[in-house]
């Protein structure tokens, strides 16, 4: 087994960055390299890694390039969905019989078809599917104390709930649902689902089956003409001609093994209002619950009226606020699972074994999210898996999605 792990960034945006900097609690991987087609943006990256010590990283502009480095051994794919199937055809050309391992950040694509393509391209690879909520350190330790005591002495959890919420994405390619895949439900439910299904089911297995599926969307802030306004100027392009969901809900339930049902909550919104990004989850069984809320966090700050300063993300993610009293999350890339799911894949791909979570976990997580499009879109509750999942396209990916959507099936 090699002992430190050599790893290549795919693109070098937000996401990116949030990884290199929790690679400072990863004692075991050098950051080597960093590729995007704007190369002075790869040279930003790959000096954050070097000024943070975590590796002496080169910048590339070519993807194929950046992975024949004979010091990337891994590659971290952080680039924009869209890119999905170009990056990994690249990486499988050039990577082939010398990578050892491909992460991948959420969604693994934009729909089921682009999934699974992606999961046939990563073939004779190790993968891992980067869903850092199932790593953050409130999860892993909740789980493991309600499993370990809770459900041990009462019985397993019947009800999971997970929440994502915050003012909208950073990047306009976000809020293109051609681009992106569709709105708020495509690029944050993946994590709230899976977080759900994580904590529902029993630790070290996989014992919990879809059954149904039952969702909503709307758009009930971004379509306002003021705020669809403020997107047109931002994104430079038609946000009302062509609008997606910025608020999403869904509930899905589950059979155990014994073929009780268990029911998973989850809500994602792109429309909420407050300090910044807040992840919320419950867990709740026969005698017992747990819960979780990254905005109630060990510090706050306060800053009277007569502060003065630049709006930034200094005081936590997604921030929309400098004055008053604020919650600040002390250590970001930790508290939200970057640092503790880089250490286990890292750990992984060293020993040469599977992650707890790989493309197929991504590929479930799309399944998932589709049928939520598709219950959604039909105003139906469906059973899993709905007939024409592999084909499907949600509304806003296609221009079809309109805000009185949420309007239908209702009898
Ligand atoms: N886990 C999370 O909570 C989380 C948070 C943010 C983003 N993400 C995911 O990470 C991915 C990137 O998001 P981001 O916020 O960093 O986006 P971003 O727009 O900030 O950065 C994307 C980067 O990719 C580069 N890029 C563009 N096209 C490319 C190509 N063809 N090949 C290689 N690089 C290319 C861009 O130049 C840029 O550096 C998305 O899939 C997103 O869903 C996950």
């Not at 002992?3 to 050098?30: P, W």
């Not at 993807?63 to 969905?81: G, T, Y």
């Not at 690029?187 to 994580?198: F, N, Q, T, V």
Request: charged share 25%.
């Amino acid at each position: 087994m090699a002992k430190r792990l050599g790893v290549g960034f795919v693109g070098a945006g937000f996401v990116t960055k949030f990884h290199i900097r929790s690679f400072v609690g990863v004692r075991d991987a050098d950051v080597v390299a960093v590729a995007s087609p704007r190369k002075e943006k790869a040279a930003e990256a790959a000096a954050l890694a070097r000024s943070l010590g975590v590796g002496e990283a080169n910048a590339y502009a070519d993807v194929r390039e950046m992975v024949r480095d004979p010091a990337v051994q891994a590659i971290w794919v952080c680039s924009p969905n869209p890119t999905r199937i170009e990056v990994m055809e690249k990486i499988a050309e050039a990577g082939r019989n010398k990578i050892v391992g491909i992460a991948c950040e959420k969604p693994l694509a934009r729909n089921v078809r682009e999934a699974k393509k992606v999961l046939d391209l990563s073939r004779g690879f190790l993968t891992g599917y980067l869903e850092n909520q199932v790593f953050m350190p409130a999860i892993t330790r909740g789980k493991e104390i309600v499993w370990r005591r809770g459900a041990a002495s009462a019985g397993r959890p019947y009800l999971a709930r997970c929440a994502e919420e915050h003012g909208g994405p950073h990047e306009p390619w976000f809020w293109s649902g051609k681009d992106q895949g569709g709105g708020v439900l495509n690029d944050m439910m993946c994590h709230s689902l899976e977080a759900a299904r994580h904590l529902a089911t029993s630790p070290g297995t996989r014992d919990l089956t879809p059954a149904t599926v039952s969702a909503e969307i709307a758009s009930l802030k971004w379509t306002r003409p003021e705020y669809a306004a403020i997107l047109k100027k931002r994104n430079a392009f038609d946000f009302a001609a062509r609008p997606v969901e910025d608020f999403a809900r869904a509930s899905v339930s589950w059979r155990t093994p014994e073929g009780r049902p268990v029911i998973t909550e989850a809500s994602t919104s792109w429309s909420f209002v407050g300090p910044g990004l807040r992840l919320s989850f419950e867990l709740m069984g026969p005698e017992y619950f747990m819960q979780g809320n990254s905005l109630e966090s060990e510090l706050k700050v306060f800053f009277s009226r007569e502060v003065k300063g630049t709006g930034g993300e200094d005081i936590v993610e997604k921030q929309t606020a400098e004055q008053g009293l604020m919650p600040v999350v002390t250590d970001e890339e930790s508290a939200y699972g970057y640092t503790a799911e880089n250490r286990h894949m890292v750990r992984r791909f060293l020993e040469g074994k599977t992650p707890d979570e790989t493309f197929e976990d991504g590929l479930r997580v799309t399944q998932l999210l589709m049928a939520c499009y598709m219950s959604a879109e039909r105003g139906a509750k469906l059973a899993f898996p709905p007939a024409g999942l592999d084909e499907y396209e949600p509304p806003a990916a296609k221009g079809t999605f309109r805000p009185d959507d949420v309007f239908r099936g209702a009898r």
